[in-house]
Antibody, heavy 121, light 110 residues
């Protein structure tokens, strides 16, 4: 059974860069699925951040694209997210998830447990 | 950014049937299909349905989804205490080029 696990610092200072990694276990990250990041501010709904394929193709949320970088390391079975110039509005539970496709009728079908990131000085 | 519209809360009795709705537009729900996710407090979302009415392996037949025009629906029959959770719909928006989510519906089982 494929599993995803997020990791990264829980506290980031305003204006600095948030960096998170998702480790995939149970199968190869190059297995044809797409890998995404979704966040959820405390007590609020879900917001899609970006999706990446093992080939390196990226699909960012246009509203975050100017601050966003997403990468994949197939040798480590990991993919990563960096978000620059963070503010308190970026405080959220960050999930990594798997999807059969980058768009269309499919959905994120396996989710990590999530990691909480707080932006505060 | 624009998202999908869900009622904030629904309350139903034990063993009753609950129908949750999700309204979008022609750029998302109507033409791209919708998925439904269940989230219990303190846990990650869990996929219940995708491509309008396909259930992943292990999901109870008590959960069924449908779509009519711009509105997707999730019907839960024979409500159990463990069905009390937040339910989110999601869809790809071909105009925004983003995945969009509803604001979530909190289902209370009385």
């Amino acid at each position: 059974q494929e599993q995803l696990q997020e990791s990264g610092p829980g506290l980031v200072k305003p204006s600095e860069t948030l960096s998170l990694t998702c480790t995939v276990s149970g199968s190869s990250i190059s297995n044809g699925y797409y890998w995404g990041w979704i966040r959820q501010p405390p007590g609020k709904g879900l917001e899609w951040i970006a999706t990446i394929y093992y080939s390196g193709n990226t699909y960012p949320n246009p509203s975050l694209n100017s601050r966003l970088s997403i990468s994949i390391d197939t040798s480590k079975n990991q993919f990563s997210l960096t978000l620059s110039s963070v503010t308190a509005a970026d405080s959220a539970l960050y999930y990594c998830a798997r999807a059969p496709n980058w768009a269309g009728e499919d959905a994120f079908d396996i989710w990590g447990q999530g990691t909480m990131v707080t932006v505060s000085s | 950014q624009a998202g999908l519209t869900q009622p904030p809360s629904v309350s139903k009795g034990l063993r009753q049937t609950a129908t949750l709705t999700c309204t979008g537009n022609s750029n998302n729900v109507a033409n791209q299909g919708a998925a439904w996710l269940q989230q219990h407090q303190g846990h990650p979302p869990k996929l219940l349905s995708y491509r309008n009415n396909n259930r992943p392996s292990g999901i109870s037949e008590r959960f069924s989804a449908s779509r009519s025009g711009n509105t997707a629906s999730l019907t839960i029959t024979g409500l159990l205490p463990e069905d009390e959770a937040d339910y989110y719909c999601s869809a790809w928006d071909s105009s925004l080029s983003t995945w969009v989510f509803g604001g979530g519906t909190k289902l209370t089982v009385l």
